[in-house]
């Protein structure tokens, strides 16, 4: 099996498969099977944004040959490519969220929307390495870790802008996904930058804060949830 299709199957069905079972356990409604084609779009619309933000600046600083291997010259421009994607991908989850999910229970179309953006970004990231040779599943083990940190932040963060949307104040947690985002691009261009080497600890670092996001997450989408039943069973 070669490190490409590895990571597609294995990292695809879990994306899949996170995002089912948050869906099913919290929401308690039917997975948006659709959303999964909208996070797509989501992605590779941020990925056009991204890059509208990141390459001029890149160039200027790098020229147009330091682009193939761009590591950043200043913590700034570390912290800079980190809000970059920030900004580009949580403001495509809310467009997806926001076009999709009118008239649709917000949460589970969050759901769907940020596991077909993490599906669509493994499923780019596969596409190259489908060539390489076959491999053993140990050569898979810190990609698959890499893929599983990243589903569980873009679920997090899509569903931290549904919970904006639901309580009325969209822009604030909006912001707060952009930020987090930032922190999390921001480590990796940093890592780059000091020629971090620890890559265990730094992927450690990536899964705990990862997963922490989606747990505020989860917890504030159960708190909304509770609080929208309860509205149901008043009325």
Do not use: C
Request: charged content about 10%; glycine content about 10%; cysteine-free.
């Amino acid at each position: 099996m070669t490190i490409g299709l590895g990571l597609l199957i294995i990292g695809g069905t879990l994306a899949v498969a996170i995002g089912w079972l948050i869906n099913r356990r919290v929401t308690h409604e039917s997975f948006l099977w659709i959303g999964l084609v909208v996070g797509g779009v989501a992605f590779l619309l941020a990925g056009i944004l991204q890059n509208l933000m990141v390459v001029p600046m890149a160039i200027t600083i790098h020229g147009r040959e330091g682009l193939q291997s761009l590591v950043p010259l200043s913590p700034l421009e570390a912290i800079y490519y980190g809000l970059a994607a920030g900004i580009a991908q949580e403001l495509a989850k809310l467009a997806g969220i926001r076009v999709y999910g009118r008239n649709r229970e917000i949460f589970p179309t969050a759901i769907a929307i940020g596991a077909g953006f993490a599906l669509t970004e493994i499923i780019l990231i596969s596409l190259p390495a489908m060539q390489a040779g076959v491999t053993s599943l140990s050569a898979l083990a810190i990609p698959i870790w890499e893929r599983f940190s990243a589903i569980l932040f873009h679920i997090g963060a899509a569903i931290i802008i549904g919970y904006g949307l639901a309580r009325g104040k969209m822009w604030l947690y909006l912001l707060i996904a952009i930020l987090l985002h930032g922190i999390l691009d921001g480590a990796v261009a940093l890592r780059a930058y000091y020629k971090i080497d620890q890559i265990i600890a730094f992927e450690t670092f990536i899964l705990i804060f990862s997963a922490a996001v989606l747990a505020v997450a989860i917890r504030w989408m159960q708190s909304a949830v509770r609080d929208h039943e309860l509205v149901s069973t008043t009325r």
